[in-house]
């Protein structure tokens, strides 16, 4: 029988996951599947809520073939009535989530003067009000129970305008106020509410810059640690801010960027 030393315990005690239920938006790819692995891997059961059914079905299998808790649940988040089914759904699978983590994006960036009303109506639809309706459907009852996680993926365009920053940009920063809106609303009852800020990060989501090596090769070259980010990078902080590790952090935003907001 293999006894737990001190340290181990220890270290359980701060990051463990075990009996916490997690919903991954967009945990199908990129960062968001990065982050729904890393939460499983550490003991919470996972609802992967993503469109493409081939992707969601991967990952869950995935994470139950290394022995973890995780289902699927389709959702498009583009409408009210999709994220309002979708946060029903995802919890009839374990119950109600103690981490919700808002992944899902789009990413639709034309240049300013062509920025369409549909191009920003669909922009703020995902990025932003989708985030906000399941952190009213959650958040109360994460208060009520005294322990809750809400966490968001924001960006760069967050917080400096390149690359035709557009409705994307203004969709981050206004997620990221969400963050610290929802922080000061839910934080005195145990509810932690923080967004990470990625860098450059090699994802579908980023797919056309990915495909210039001469941009890319510029981005890493902004880093500190001199390479671009990848979705893996993640894991760390998504498993810190989603347990007891992170309770005296709230409404920040933590870059993940390798020095990128820094250089």
């Given at each position: 029988?293999?006894?737990?030393?001190?340290?181990?315990?220890?270290?359980?005690?701060?990051?463990?996951?075990?009996?916490?239920?997690?919903?991954?938006?967009?945990?199908?790819?990129?960062?968001g599947r990065?982050?729904?692995?890393?939460?499983?891997?550490?003991?919470?059961?996972?609802?992967?809520?993503?469109?493409?059914?081939e992707q969601?079905?991967?990952?869950?299998?995935?994470?139950?073939?290394?022995?973890?808790?995780?289902?699927?649940?389709?959702?498009?988040?583009?409408?009210?009535?999709g994220v309002?089914?979708?946060?029903?759904?995802?919890?009839?699978?374990?119950?109600?989530?103690?981490?919700?983590?808002?992944?899902?994006?789009?990413?639709?960036?034309?240049?300013?003067?062509?920025?369409?009303?549909?191009?920003?109506?669909?922009?703020?639809?995902?990025?932003?009000?989708?985030?906000?309706?399941?952190?009213?459907?959650?958040?109360?009852?994460?208060?009520?129970?005294?322990?809750?996680?809400?966490?968001?993926?924001?960006?760069?365009?967050?917080?400096?305008?390149?690359?035709?920053?557009?409705?994307?940009?203004?969709?981050?920063?206004?997620?990221?106020?969400?963050?610290?809106?929802?922080?000061?609303?839910?934080?005195?009852?145990?509810?932690?509410?923080?967004?990470?800020?990625?860098?450059?990060?090699?994802?579908?989501?980023?797919?056309?810059?990915?495909?210039?090596?001469?941009?890319?090769?510029?981005?890493?070259?902004?880093?500190?640690?001199?390479?671009?980010?990848?979705?893996?990078?993640?894991?760390?902080?998504?498993?810190?801010?989603?347990?007891?590790?992170?309770?005296?952090?709230?409404?920040?935003?933590?870059?993940?960027?390798?020095?990128?907001?820094?250089?």
């Amino acid at each position: 029988m293999t006894s737990t030393t001190p340290q181990q315990g220890y270290l359980t005690d701060l990051f463990s996951l075990d009996g916490r239920v997690a919903m991954v938006t967009g945990g199908s790819s990129g960062i968001g599947r990065a982050v729904a692995g890393a939460l499983a891997r550490a003991g919470a059961s996972v609802v992967v809520v993503a469109r493409g059914e081939e992707q969601r079905t991967a990952v869950v299998e995935e994470l139950t073939a290394d022995g973890c808790r995780a289902a699927g649940v389709a959702g498009d988040l583009g409408s009210r009535a999709g994220v309002r089914a979708a946060a029903e759904a995802a919890a009839e699978v374990f119950g109600e989530p103690d981490i919700l983590v808002n992944s899902a994006g789009i990413n639709l960036r034309p240049p300013m003067d062509e920025l369409t009303e549909d191009v920003w109506d669909a922009t703020m639809a995902v990025n932003l009000e989708a985030p906000f309706l399941l952190g009213q459907r959650f958040g109360p009852g994460m208060a009520e129970r005294g322990f809750g996680r809400i966490i968001h993926i924001s960006s760069q365009q967050a917080h400096r305008a390149f690359v035709s920053s557009g409705a994307y940009g203004v969709s981050k920063g206004a997620l990221e106020s969400l963050a610290r809106s929802q922080a000061e609303a839910w934080s005195p009852y145990g509810v932690t509410c923080n967004t990470l800020v990625p860098g450059f990060v090699m994802t579908p989501l980023n797919a056309r810059l990915s495909a210039d090596p001469e941009k890319v090769a510029a981005l890493a070259a902004r880093t500190l640690t001199g390479r671009n980010g990848l979705a893996r990078d993640f894991a760390g902080a998504a498993v810190f801010l989603a347990s007891r590790a992170s309770a005296y952090v709230t409404g920040q935003s933590i870059h993940v960027d390798g020095g990128f907001s820094v250089h």
